[in-house]
Every structure is written in structure tokens, then in C-alpha cells.
């Protein structure tokens, strides 16, 4: 199994651009989650889908940030308009099930100046 | 608001001895508690969940859980060199299912 896989690793963006995360979750897993972590504010849940339908999207910080789950293999995150305070590491995890543990992917660290 | 709590750290411990790492959690009704391990630099991994009140034990890892106190540790024996990383502690909702995040206790163990 190749885990949960999210590109890109990296991203330097400049303030106002778009960005766009992707998270491809382990094949069988019903439940999607976005994180974002920060040393401040540790690991915050943004977003999370339940076969491919959101379900909770209370800790999306604002409307510049957006989620979609278009099947079961893969979730976008995108934040337009971009600033310096969406710098953190952004993970992507799935698991099987409501109460099993969550598969992280490697994340993705962006930086936007 | 839901709320997970750990001591930050630095725990540092001498090579062979038990780390002993504690969470405290707001909602009493939190059912599924998990320990992840995090390397700088790397992702959250997996390393014990405890459901039920009482040990939990794997290999060098021992999970405990008083719901009563709303209280869950994580003792690691023989600690190593390798056992140097963050733990997070996570708890999930009252709905089951999105797991509430510690900020981490980062444990050092020297050689």
C-alpha cells in the first residue's frame, strides 16, 4: 500500500496567489481529514469527508479556504487569496471507519511571503 | 471548546529508564484515545489507541485511560535513543469521528 500521498511536498508562494493542496487517501478508507500545524496551534482539524461527502468544515479558518472531495480518490484543498498567516504544514490523513486510528500523509509545508 | 492537554516539554530521560507522558481532555464524552509519535520534520504515526478505562499494553508502550479523571498516559519502558520525537495526544469527538489534537510532549532521550 503506498499510503496517503499529497503533492506537493513543498510549496513558496507570493501573498494573494492561489494555492491548491492534493491528497490521494489509502484505497478502502471512507474518511478524509485536512489538518493544518502550526508550532503555535498544533495539529487543527480544517476539514473532514465521509464518502466523499464534507461533514464538518467548522475549522476552515475563513471563505478563502476551500475543500472538495470529487470521488473517493482524491481531495483538494485551495486557499485564494493566499497570505503570510496560511504558512504552516498542511496533512491530509484518511482512515476505515469512525474509530480507528487516521493515516497521515508526508504533508505539505507552505510558505507564502 | 473541546480541548487536549500535555505538558510541552522538553521530558527528557536517561537511555533504559520509563518515559511517562499524560493528557488531560475536556469532553467527558470522548470515547476512542490515541497516541501518535511525530519526528521533526515528519508526520504523525500511529503508535497506541485505548478505548476502554484501565492498561493497554504493546510491547515497550503502555497506554492508560481513567475516564474518571478524564485523564490518558502513555509510559514507554526501556526508553532509546529512537523513542526522540513529539507525542500527540488525540481524542475524538462526541460524533465519533474527527480527533482532537494535543499540542504534543516532546521527549528527549539521551544516551
Known amino acids: 500500500d503506498a499510503g496517503v500521498i499529497q503533492s506537493p511536498r513543498h510549496e513558496v508562494t507570493e501573498m494573494g496567489q492561489e494555492v491548491t493542496l492534493r491528497c490521494k487517501p489509502i484505497s478502502g478508507h471512507d474518511y478524509l481529514f485536512w489538518y493544518r500545524q502550526t508550532m503555535m496551534r498544533g495539529l487543527e482539524l480544517l476539514i473532514y469527508f465521509n464518502n466523499n461527502v464534507p461533514i464538518d468544515d467548522s475549522g476552515m479558518p475563513e471563505d478563502r479556504f476551500s475543500a472538495k472531495m470529487p470521488n473517493a480518490s482524491f481531495s483538494t484543498l485551495k486557499i485564494q487569496p493566499s497570505e503570510p498567516r496560511d504558512s504552516a504544514v498542511y496533512f491530509c490523513?484518511?482512515?476505515?471507519?469512525?474509530?480507528?486510528?487516521?493515516?497521515f500523509g508526508s504533508g505539505t509545508r507552505l510558505t507564502v511571503v | 471548546q473541546k480541548e487536549v492537554e500535555q505538558n510541552s516539554g522538553p521530558l527528557s530521560v536517561p537511555e533504559g529508564a520509563i518515559a511517562s507522558l499524560n493528557c488531560t481532555y475536556s469532553?467527558?464524552?470522548?470515547?476512542?484515545f490515541f497516541w501518535y509519535r511525530q519526528y521533526s520534520g515528519k508526520s504523525p504515526e500511529l503508535i497506541m489507541f485505548i478505548y476502554s478505562n484501565g492498561d493497554k499494553e504493546d510491547g515497550r508502550f503502555t497506554a492508560q485511560l481513567n475516564k474518571a479523571s478524564q485523564y490518558v498516559s502513555l509510559l514507554i519502558r526501556d526508553s532509546q535513543p529512537s523513542d526522540s520525537a513529539t507525542y500527540l495526544c488525540?481524542?475524538?469527538?462526541?460524533?465519533?469521528?474527527?480527533?482532537?489534537f494535543g499540542k504534543g510532549t516532546t521527549l528527549s532521550v539521551s544516551s
Open positions: 488525540a481524542v475524538n469527538d462526541q460524533a465519533g469521528t474527527a480527533l482532537i
Open positions: 490523513a484518511s482512515s476505515f471507519g469512525a474509530l480507528s486510528g487516521y493515516t
Open positions: 469532553d467527558r464524552g470522548s470515547q476512542s
